[in-house]
């Protein structure tokens, strides 16, 4: 759901407005909340005073006696956010999640500013950064959640530029007693995904103006009129007693204007003249006098301000006299007279005022689906700000003609975190117009940005066993979390409305479902079909052993959709098919590879679909050594080519077999189990030696191909393109047939009536659904496959991901792809600054299609700028990160054999350190080493991989393989006499 603000700009005139001058924060401010993250985070501690931790995803505070680390304290430097000119800080807050609870009741701590630089990855214990006295002081629960510390003194210092923000340390009050533990800026979304890292809040708002004017004032005058009284005489004469009371006077003047800004003060004044009534008594006789005096005024006054002020001042002049007499005696006679007498006293003020052009903008925030979004506070860079109506509708005025930048913000809910509320921003961030010519400006809201939310919770479990699934990734709504060891999710803040769950793991098949949140609590329990894993043997001929050199989650290669490969050592040996298929692919005419990324395109290859719905891989293959065909049905170990070192491969001896199994359709490996391997639930270790039991069997199988029963496979995914017209991902395929048809529809009734049509990788499409259906030569029919466009990906993004400020060449590049929110249909774009781009989520490999091995990584030093587009529906994001490549040291070295000894010698003669394996259990180090196997005839039976790591002096590190010199052995014949 989408979220527009349309601004109209509308002329107004407006007068000069009278206000009194107000004390503090004015009563129709806005506060506002943005919020800075850590430019760096650390902590030091003394049980380990010479290490540094500016990398680990955690912080400690307080004494630790679980990890020995000691007396400890965090260190933290925030990039500020910038304020508007003229703001006024109202609070400056940290917070931090603590995780691990180490204290048993409440912990007190302080903030200490540090007074000079520092590095997250160079301080210690021992180099501590210099710090003065505390400048806040709080404490801190005994409970898992976010912990605040208010250091707005701090805070204020750093923006007025009175004090250099070179950060804060925290330290608990008490060193020798337990505090916790907490996640840092460096925590992964596996660790953290509900993106607790530490940020600081900062409030403030705006000063509203006072204006200055200025009145003259007329003198009132007051004019009488009197009638006779009525009397009543007696015989003596009266006594007379008059009493006058003073009048009183109360101004009213009204006047309203707009201008320029500026701070004003009002001072009416007015002088009044009452002109006292005047009436004659005649003894004997009691009168009433009444004078009423009325004074109008309008003030006469020029002023220029900006704000909107009304000053209200009501005049009112009363004159009262009362003349009473009383007769001391009775008298026969009686006279009446009456005497009334009503003064009209009338003052006039003479107010004239400049009046300025002014302008207005006014305009609606809606969620794209004509609901309008309360409590939106438009801004602009002059001080000026509103804030949405119930209907989502404001007037942001006294613009005079001019530029300004506006930016919309909803700031009860900015809080960024997938834990907490609701995040709710806009994009573009801000906007610049330029007033007084007509214009629409238009904001695009975060979908769902004024809805209200509640909470899933869940398990993941396994659809045949029970079993709990750990590390499912599960998402809705823009939001995802990991299981944990029981399965387990929850999944904070999610708008009311119906959103499409869905649920992932590298070894099950996705699972996909629609779900309604609502008010209270809302739990789902998901049972994930398994992508079966038995049947697979080892990749290389029955009885031959081999070395792997490289297993799963690898710290050279094997990562992100690589997670699950292998390495296998052998030159020149045969490569088999792990288990039986069909080829769907063959690439063997490359003759070239290297140790370079320009290589990476010419990796011979070959491909195998198998019945159970995924495809393994074989890699690196020598030159015309394919004896099969894409079409061609091969027995679990028939030979499928031979090993090579063609594409991207580095070592002395470089020629190795990449081996991987891939869910089909999707280049992201997955789990595999070998029935030979009896050790690690059948999964092989890196650096360990396994030997085949792979067979060939010598009559051709007919249960290969597709049995009667056997349906086609596929998927349809929606990808938005930052246009109206989205498009279709499409994926079918059929363990038999190579003529695969689709046909889709815009609904489950349209599917069925929709025409077949040949089967193609996208298509365009503008309805919110898209169903799927697959049929293959023979008629069979594939399940119904179904996506939903979601509505989350409607709304604005904020492009975001982490990368280490510096890495070495070689080095695969750590990735986590942060866009908030995380939108599962969004397109991405990486560009790399090195000719390298990729489509993927969070790339580990370029090439999703093809798999090659063309990894993300630099091979030259220097400077470069990572890029990350992310595209909604109609909405694209851009953010860039700097990073600094060093060199790493070469890993290239020779070997000489001489019997059962051999000598190794590192080519890199400036590094820190040299580490050998020798392949049999024994380790050496230095650059140059010598080693003696204890079994010559092992050593000539296949060849024993030799290691060599090596550690650079700037920390960087690089590792190669190759192989022992095989001897020809000579057999002489037995001569006999």
């Keep these: 759901m989408s979220i527009f603000i ?3 700009l509308l002329p107004t005139l407006f007068a000069m407005p009278l206000a009194s001058k107000a004390q503090g924060r004015e009563p129709n401010s806005i506060s506002t909340v943005v919020y800075g993250y850590p430019s760096q985070d650390t902590y030091a501690q003394e049980g380990f005073p010479d290490t540094a931790a500016g990398d680990r995803p955690n912080l400690f505070l307080g004494f630790d006696s679980v990890d020995n680390k000691g007396k400890t304290q965090m260190f933290f430097q925030f990039n500020l956010p910038v304020l508007p000119t003229g703001a006024i800080i109202d609070q400056v807050i940290i917070e931090i999640y603590q995780y691990n609870v180490r204290a048993t009741a409440a912990y007190g701590l302080s903030a200490f500013p540090i007074e000079c630089a520092w590095d997250q990855y160079t301080l210690t214990s021992n180099t501590r950064p ?71 809040r900062v409030e403030y708002s705006m000063p509203t103006a006072t204006p200055t004017l200025t009145a003259t004032s007329v003198p009132p005058t007051a004019t009488w009129t009197s009638e006779p009284a009525t009397a009543t005489w007696g015989p003596e004469t009266p006594t007379t007693t008059s009493t006058s009371v003073p009048p009183t006077a109360t101004s009213t003047a009204t006047s309203t204007a707009t201008a320029v800004p500026a701070t004003l003060t009002t001072q009416p004044t007015a002088t009044y003249t009452t002109v006292p009534a005047t009436g004659t008594a005649t003894p004997t006789r009691t009168s009433t006098n009444t004078a009423t005096n009325t004074a109008t005024r309008t003030p006469s006054q020029t002023a220029t301000l900006s704000p909107i002020n009304t000053a209200t001042r009501t005049a009112t002049n009363t004159v009262t006299r009362t003349a009473t007499k009383i007769p001391t005696n009775t008298a026969t006679r009686t006279a009446t007279n009456t005497a009334t007498k009503m003064p009209t006293n009338t003052a006039t003020r003479t107010a004239t005022a400049t009046v300025l052009a002014t302008h207005s903008i006014a305009g609606t925030v809606t969620d794209g689906a004509g ?7 438009i801004s602009d860079n002059a001080g000026h700000s509103t804030k949405t109506d119930s209907s989502g509708s404001f007037v942001l005025t006294g613009l005079s003609s001019g530029t300004y930048t506006l930016s919309a913000a909803r700031p009860a809910i900015a809080r960024m975190d997938q834990q907490a509320d609701n995040w709710c921003f806009f994009g573009p961030s801000s906007q610049t117009v330029t007033i007084p010519a007509m214009t629409t400006v238009d904001f695009l809201g975060t979908a769902f940005c004024a809805g209200v939310s509640s909470d899933l919770s869940g398990t993941v479990v396994d659809r045949a066993s029970g079993r709990p699934i750990e590390n499912a ?224 069997p010598l009559f051709y199988s007919m249960d290969i191909q597709q049995e009667p029963d056997e349906l086609p496979i596929g998927s ?69 496959y179904s996506d939903t466009a979601e509505l989350i990906g409607y ?21 986590q792809n942060l866009t908030i929110p995380f939108c599962e249909q969004c397109s991405w774009r990486w560009n790399f600054d090195n000719g390298l781009t990729s489509a ?104 024993v991989p030799v290691e060599l790591q090596v550690e650079g002096a700037n920390s960087c590190e690089s590792s190669g393989f190759g192989y022992v010199p095989q001897m020809t052995r000579l057999f002489l014949p037995i001569m006999r006499r």
């Design 6 to 8: 349309t601004l109209l």
């Design 130 to 200: 210099c710090n003065t006295t505390s400048m806040g002081s709080t404490s801190f629960q005994p409970s898992v959640g976010w912990q605040t510390l208010n250091i707005t003194a701090l805070g204020r210092e750093w923006y007025s530029g009175a004090r250099s923000n070179l950060g804060v340390k925290l330290q608990a009050h008490s060193q020798s007693s337990p505090g916790g533990v907490f996640w840092s800026s460096d925590c992964s979304a596996t660790q953290c995904p509900g993106g607790q890292r530490p940020q600081l």
């Design 840 to 943: 993927l989520m969070e790339p580990s490999e370029v090439d999703a299609e093809s798999g090659l091995e063309e990894w993300i990584a630099y091979d030259e030093p220097g400077n470069y700028s990572v890029t990350l587009e992310a595209t909604g529906a109609n909405y694209v994001s851009t953010v860039s990160k700097p990073v600094t490549v060093v060199s790493a040291p070469s890993p290239e070295f020779t070997i000489t054999r001489s019997g059962d000894m051999i000598t190794v010698e590192a080519l890199e003669l400036n590094a820190a350190n040299w580490h050998w394996d020798f392949g049999d259990g024994t380790t050496a180090s230095g650059r140059i080493a010598t080693h003696v196997y204890t079994d010559t005839m092992w050593l000539d039976e296949s060849p």
């Design 795 to 815: 709304g604005a993004l904020q492009a975001d991901f982490s990368v280490p400020p510096a890495i070495c060449t070689g080095e695969t590049i750590p990735l």
């Design 716 to 784: 349809v995914e929606f990808r938005f393109t930052g246009e109206p017209t989205h498009q279709l991902v499409i994926y079918g395929s059929d363990y038999e047939s190579d003529n695969v048809q689709m046909r889709l529809g815009v609904s489950e009734q349209a599917l069925e009536l929709a025409s077949w049509q040949p089967l193609t990788d996208t298509v365009p499409w503008t309805a919110p659904e898209a169903w799927a259906q697959f049929k293959d030569e023979a008629g069979n029919l594939s399940e119904v």
């Design 473 to 696: 990734r599960v998402a809705i709504a823009g939001k995802r979390v990991w299981t944990n060891a029981d399965g387990e999710f929850t999944i904070r803040s999610i708008p009311f409305g119906r959103h499409e769950l869905r649920i992932t793991n590298s070894n099950y098949r996705l699972y996909k479902t629609a779900l309604s949140i609502q008010i209270g609590t809302n739990t789902h329990h998901a049972r994930m079909r398994t992508i079966f894993t038995s049947g697979y043997r080892l990749p290389f001929p029955n009885g031959e052993q081999r070395m792997c050199t490289q297993g799963n989650n690898g710290s050279k290669s094997h990562q992100g959709v690589e997670y699950y490969a292998f390495d296998w050592s052998k030159g020149k040996g045969s490569v088999v098919a792990a288990k039986e298929g069909k080829i769907i692919e063959v690439k063997e005419n490359f003759r070239i590879g290297g140790c370079s990324k320009s290589f990476s395109s010419y990796a011979n290859r070959v491909k195998i679909l198998h019945r159970d719905g995924t495809v393994t891989g074989y890699y690196h293959l020598e030159y015309k050594s394919v004896p099969v065909e894409v079409g061609q049905y091969v027995e679990r170990g028939q030979v499928i080519g031979k090993v090579g070192a063609t594409g991207y491969v580095c070592g002395a001896n470089p020629a190795h077999l990449h081996f991987l199994r891939m869910k089909a359709g999707r280049y992201v490996s997955t789990e595999i189990r070998f029935e030979e391997v009896s050790t690690n639930n059948g999964i092989p270790r890196t650096g360990r030696w396994y030997r085949s039991r792979n067979t060939y």
């Design 371 to 377: 609901g309008g979004i309360p409590n939106v506070i």
